[in-house]
């Protein structure tokens, strides 16, 4: 079985496995009040240019995503989101669970734009209504686009215009990093937060939230732990970015995973087959006839996107620092050979 | 100025009035554990065919529907609802404050339906998603429409298949029930839990919840503290019931504000206008010229429901049991005067 | 049977009926932006000197403190409160269900003191608690005991030094001004925000928040709807308050109510019998042999409030602005036979 | 410096490590559905005598304790616990913000006790009040002491008396079953609920939550999900548990740390030194003279847990399965010395 399912199949990249060996049994302080911890810290505000923001790694993206939004947002206030977006979807209703509505925007390929964002201001504007006063968006998008620098800029002006933060969900930001989409001390400049992946990105489990606008930082640490997001041994989160920002491997492991996804999508074009979004990053989304979809589930794992019609369906293939070339090269071929 | 603002634009109906005055210095136990409220409870349970029923009665519809939901769901069920339902759009989150997320669905003429729901249901499959758990109708709708009896039987056919309770918002119920469009025994038949409107239709305030999925029972009472809702002279509510009960005087109110809507709707129409919604009860929302509205707008109150071009904007005008036939009449000969 | 049951088993003063009765048909704009309510507010700012409130005329207590403390408060944010105190017993956990911890300390004859404050604060230092934001009081006590002036600025003096916000539950507040324990300047003075309670003195139901930090005003009534505690006809809240401030018919009820409660307190106490508190108020809590208790309980009602031992019970006596002389005669009466 | 600080401040057992680098690019499902995890959960259920239990792996204490307990009760009901339970001190009030009152009991030497859990039932007696349904304990409690099993079973009787859930912290179970004084098929008999704490014995992180009741079960994971708490190579989870649980590897950790704690209690003990409790396990608060502590302050690290008097103060000494018995003679040299 080759694994195109997610880019959480595998564990880490052996150099993190290797650091967290050698922090084994250092004895640290817990609660990521240690010195890898704040290592990491400092490499990341480096990274983005702000040495004025607070880091703080948590374990999973859903919990990073609930704790941040949970403690920027007064109790009637409100997210602004594509109907894509994960925190719309995919996180259980997280959000709505520490009391905030998400208001679903229509989404163009994947992003939310400046004219959503408008659009659920206007509609959103006395107190019977939910207050709008964050903006998410997530780099790479759910469905593999990508935000530019200039939408993204164009998104800040928005929000300083009416008044809204902007939040950036980073689960797949190696991927964006590596296609130049944006840089880190862009993300810097524009964000009033956002996050860094670790686990869609080579390590084994954390995300790092990057607090720029300075009226959300006091106390969040009380909010990681109220939410049930303070790890122990959380010097083993420091430990994974610590390696990760070395070398700028988050980057070159976006790299690679790109490298391999633009290689099967152009496999796949080549094969006559479109695309149900355009994809430039780790996750392709093929629309394949039924009977082919068939043909390859025996060997290759994937999940299941869409139905565009009732005889096709879009698949969605993710490849990570760990694909190996050779996977997709099978796949190709068995993709052309089910098309016979 | 001429209100067609809302429908709780007045106080209470006299006979209500007079009611409450008797009973102002009776001395009762308080929290809805008097006499009144017993006498009213019986009254609704009987008019609903339902002996079983447990009968509740608030103060407010947001808070009927907030203390309802969150005491009927489980953290992570959802709730399935037309985007033009009151809990989507006008309750500023209160469904999301107590944690739950409401799927907003695509309204056919402000009413929901099996296949909206059937694709909400569909859309949320695993546990990475909110499960759908409540349907929520309005009966009148937020646009005036009704359910038929059949389409509500549809709706229930719909929830028992896929596992789901149905909901139903009375606040407009008096207009629905003058209509015709069903009856309290067939909600008592159909609902898992509605509430009958007492602020919108003739009451100073309350609206009676009525429970009939005897897992849904135990323990409401505390829901109805703990989220604010008990009031300490609660007879006040149940002698309002008792008088709205009386005699059907629930259902007379509700043809009177319905016989002056579709006045009002027919002379609109004979004027050339069309409407946003084809409504029959007693909210209309006749679409007229910018210039037109600007004329009526110094003797006439009302609110604006959307912008359908640039130039036109539909009002909404809502009757109640206060309306004078006057009141239609001067509206009528305004517009028509105005449109000159 | 007579009552003292609690000072809200009658409906409202003769002068606020008549009051609502003239306002039914007025026709009035929704949601408290109406003349009544501007006219209650400003009566409610003059009378605490503090032409900067914001009031806010809510529907019940619970409601009150809940829509309020959860307002103010960041999500790992604390209560701090006697374990006496309303929002720590009698609310079932409104104030948890909002996402926030009250901290109950030992209370001193239903007082929190500056040193249980500190210890609150003390014992809670870091980010695996929470943090103290608000100390709760109740004003008189849930015990009938008062604050004097004094303690409250003693209490203000501690809440400055620790940075916690200072909130004055006033359910009973008629009782306590009618005391001379405080005046409204003085809580204008030294509360971050309190509420006037209308429902346990006079009015049919209504309690006045007061806002006083202008950091805790803004946005405030979306917390009122979300909470589901806005009143549609909220010109019926501003009517009674008006009555309520002119002539200061507020503090006369509590004149009346506390003349009889001392009353009975001096006729109970003449009979050798003790007390569970030092009460000046409104509420009494007579330590009676349950063979008296049970002599008394065919005709008079009221609450078993503990059981100092095995053959003892505190009782709550309660007088309310509706309470008749000849009723606490009856009662002295039937205390002196049942004793013998 | 020799740390008793805490359990967690080494990473993981070596035996552990090896494991997860065999199955680091194994390539697993996400998200725990994987055969380690599965093999895990048989583990544990067969651990238990319990083929029947729901077994899921979570990241973190607070995180078991919060998703658990709010997934277990309906909104109006609470959590009863002693005062120095850690879901009622040290976890920042997450039960609370999961919308749940815990009551504060009096604690004996940690323990709860059948009489409190009455104590608080019979407190709490109307829907004006929160109600009871769950007892909350921690085996071993937060000041190393233990329930024995008839203890246990004790609780257990009350609880099935009253109609409450027994739910068991077991963030140091591993230390609790090394000091025999529970096993684990009687956890599997006596609890509705308990988890088998990997954190502090042994795991880089994870505890392991057995669902013992039925009616607890149904759609658990979303629950996880929805509180930020699945992990995306949950796989990890499951194969520190197969470790764990493999040659009983859990209970030979604690009988490590039990044997030095308890070496490190008798010597201190024969230095004349008392003890805040009477703990048999792996933490120790003996009290010691200011002055001491702070020659020991340079050498060792340790918490303060309490100020009994003025010149005094209790310190928590922790062992772990990572302490050296040099550390134990290190610090019982140390503390002799300090004395003279």
């Given at each position: ?131 709008p006063a964050l903006v998410y968006v997530s780099e790479t998008t759910e469905v593999g686009t990508l935000y530019s620098y200039a939408q993204l800029k164009a ?52 995300e790092a939230l990057v607090i720029l606008n300075a009226r959300l930082k006091p106390c969040f640490r009380y909010n990681i732990k109220q939410r049930g997001g ?111």
């Amino acid at each position: 079985m080759i694994r195109f399912t997610n880019d959480y199949s595998e564990g880490c990249h052996p150099l993190i496995l290797k650091a967290m060996e050698a922090a084994n049994l250092e004895g640290n302080f817990g609660y990521s009040l240690d010195p890898h911890s704040e290592h990491a810290h400092a490499l990341i505000r480096a990274a983005c240019g702000r040495p004025d923001a607070d880091v703080h790694i948590l374990v999973g993206g859903t919990q990073t995503n609930q704790t941040a939004i949970s403690a920027f947002l007064r109790p009637y206030e409100a997210v602004i989101a594509a109907s894509t977006g994960h925190v719309c979807v995919h996180e259980t209703g997280a959000i709505e669970a520490t009391g905030h509505k998400c208001i679903a925007c229509p989404a163009d390929d994947g992003r939310l734009t400046p004219e959503a964002v408008r659009a659920a201001y206007a509609a959103n504007t006395t107190e019977h209504m939910v207050k709008p006063a964050l903006v998410y968006v997530s780099e790479t998008t759910e469905v593999g686009t990508l935000y530019s620098y200039a939408q993204l800029k164009a998104l800040r002006a928005v929000c300083d215009e009416l008044g809204l933060l902007l939040y950036l969900d980073g689960a797949r930001l190696g991927s964006a990093l590596a296609a130049g989409a944006v840089t880190l001390p862009q993300l810097g400049e524009l964000a009033d937060a956002f996050y860094i992946g670790g686990t869609k990105n080579g390590a084994l489990f954390g995300e790092a939230l990057v607090i720029l606008n300075a009226r959300l930082k006091p106390c969040f640490r009380y909010n990681i732990k109220q939410r049930g997001g303070m790890l122990a041994k959380g010097w083993m989160l420091g430990v994974q970015f610590e390696v990760l920002l070395q070398n700028d491997l988050y980057t070159e492991l976006g790299r690679h995973e790109n490298a391999l996804a633009l290689r099967l999508r152009d496999g796949i074009a080549a094969l006559g087959y479109p695309f149900a979004s355009h994809s430039e990053t780790n996750q392709q989304f093929p629309i394949l006839p039924d009977a082919v979809v068939e043909k390859l589930a025996p060997d290759f794992s994937f999940e299941f996107s869409s139905k565009p019609d009732a005889s096709h369906t879009a698949i969605r293939l993710v490849t990570s620092w760990a694909t190996q070339p050779e996977s997709i090269d099978a796949f190709l071929r068995a993709l052309a050979a089910a098309a016979k």
